[in-house]
């Protein structure tokens, strides 16, 4: 699998949008790129994911890079609950793969009142 | 929350006990996984599981086994719990409707071995 680089850490301020980067140079073309989080002692959680084209949810919305070299996570109004650990993960994903997840260290996303 | 349950959520033990960790689905998952979280590893992959009585090892599988006798339970076994075995264990199944692969995990169990 791809290895990804994000920012160890970032602050936001609360009702701003937060855009987390991540690089990925080394992904290959079926390789999807996912985004979860964790929040304090909890499970992860899922968020987006996406191949090529930009992907919205109800969570976040995910940009893409046109030579998918890079993604960006954006939480369009943060809040004190979106702090969390941000993870970038790239894999490949095909129906029943059962491939684990790579997660790394992620983005330790602070938002502030 | 894809229906997960584990466990028992927190245990306490001693060096040299055997310890069993449950995790439970409602959905009817093909894929179940087991990964521990430490400090400064991120979550690594212990087992995982692609049906009943189907396993295959993960990342740091050494003194742990896994059992699935029943499509909704996949159990993590410690023969003989050591201190290098504290950490936070998380369960996961993963959703492959609709042609798309996500990973639901569990709110996970704190093992502390003294």
């Known amino acids: 699998d791809a290895k990804t680089t994000q920012p160890t850490s970032m602050d936001c301020a609360e009702g701003r949008a937060a855009n987390l980067p991540c690089n990925h140079s080394?992904?290959?073309?079926?390789?999807?790129v996912y985004w979860y989080r964790q929040i304090h002692s909890q499970g992860p959680q899922y968020i987006i994911h996406g191949l090529k084209n930009n992907e919205t949810n109800e969570m976040a919305s995910l940009i893409i890079t046109e030579d998918r070299k890079s993604s960006t996570l954006i939480l369009p109004h943060a809040t004190l609950r979106d702090t969390a650990v941000y993870y970038c993960i790239v894999r490949p994903s095909r129906a029943n793969s059962g491939y684990a997840l790579n997660f790394g260290k992620g983005t330790s996303l602070l938002v502030t009142p | 929350d894809a229906g997960i349950t584990q466990s028992p959520r927190h245990k306490v033990t001693e060096t040299g006990t055997p310890v069993t960790l449950r995790c439970h689905q409602t959905?009817?998952?093909?894929?179940m996984y087991w990964y521990r979280q430490d400090p400064g590893h991120g979550l690594r992959l212990i087992h995982y599981?692609?049906?009943?009585?189907?396993?295959d090892k993960g990342e740091v599988s050494d003194g742990y086994s896994v059992s699935r006798s029943k499509t909704e339970d996949f159990l993590l076994t410690l023969e003989s719990a050591t201190s290098s075995q504290t950490s936070v264990y998380f369960c996961a199944i993963s959703d492959v409707t609709s042609g798309k692969e996500t990973q639901y995990f569990g709110p996970g169990t704190r093992l502390l071995v003294l």
């Open positions: 080394t992904i290959s073309g079926n390789e999807y």
């Open positions: 599981s692609y049906g009943v009585k189907d396993t």
């Open positions: 959905e009817n998952h093909r894929y």
